[in-house]
């Protein structure tokens, strides 16, 4: 039977995403029973106003009664933890528009490109996986669960990418030898990204923030 251009694609990332997940689960190591975990993490002011502000434009757009609003406001901002103040919007936003992102769950590239940025949390412990494909990690305006954070990386004619703020050092750890992959200087007590790296014909690139111009 003749199958139409294409057709396997779908089949392959499907295997792809299995084996990677097998992968990840013999990689991974027993859980950091002594962090909190992401939806424990206190939240900031900072995080409640940008709740807030979905549930002003819901409101804007009718889907949130004035009553509705001021119930939800009033949760936000009596919330401690993020795990609170995710539930606020859950019903409002697909997940991936969503203020917060506590998905700590593996990332997987296979044959296409998959991204997580914008407000989430970053756990202590991320596998990701890129095969003919690549992983976009923006930790600008992430939440870092740990002070060292690793990234167990899978890479197979695939590609991780890192978007970095100001101060954050990233370093590539294979069987080798060890690389540091930010250009700027760092001060002693400055937050890691450690990505472990097994890979084929992987690549990890590191965006880092542009230089500030010097004042005269």
């Known amino acids: 039977m003749n199958e139409r251009p294409g057709s396997w694609l779908p089949r392959l990332q499907e295997v792809g995403e299995r084996l990677a997940e097998e992968w990840t689960s013999a990689r991974r190591g027993a859980p950091d029973e002594t962090s909190p975990q992401p939806h424990e993490l206190r939240a900031s002011d900072a995080d409640r106003e940008r709740v ?60 296409k490109k998959e991204q997580r940025g914008g407000r989430w949390v970053v756990p202590a412990e991320l596998s990701v996986t890129a095969m003919f494909g ?34 954050l050092e990233v370093i590539r750890v294979t069987k080798e030898k060890t690389v540091r992959l930010t250009k700027r200087p760092s001060e002693p007590d400055s937050p890691v990204v450690e990505v472990r790296t097994s890979n084929f014909l992987g690549e990890v690139k590191v965006k880092e923030p542009p230089r500030r111009k010097r004042r005269r």
């Open 134 to 167: 690549t992983t976009k990690l923006d930790l600008r305006d992430a939440i870092l669960q740990n002070r060292r954070i690793v990234i167990n990386a899978t890479l197979v004619f695939g590609g991780l990418e890192i978007h970095v703020p100001e101060g």
């Open 52 to 111: 807030a502000q979905v549930l002003q434009d819901a409101h804007a757009d009718g889907r949130l009664m004035l009553d509705e609003l001021e119930e939800r406001l009033t949760t936000v901002y009596a919330a401690r933890t993020l795990g609170e103040l995710a539930q606020v919007t859950a019903d409002l936003l697909p997940p991936e528009e969503q203020p917060l992102n506590l998905d700590g769950r593996p990332v997987s590239a296979i044959f």
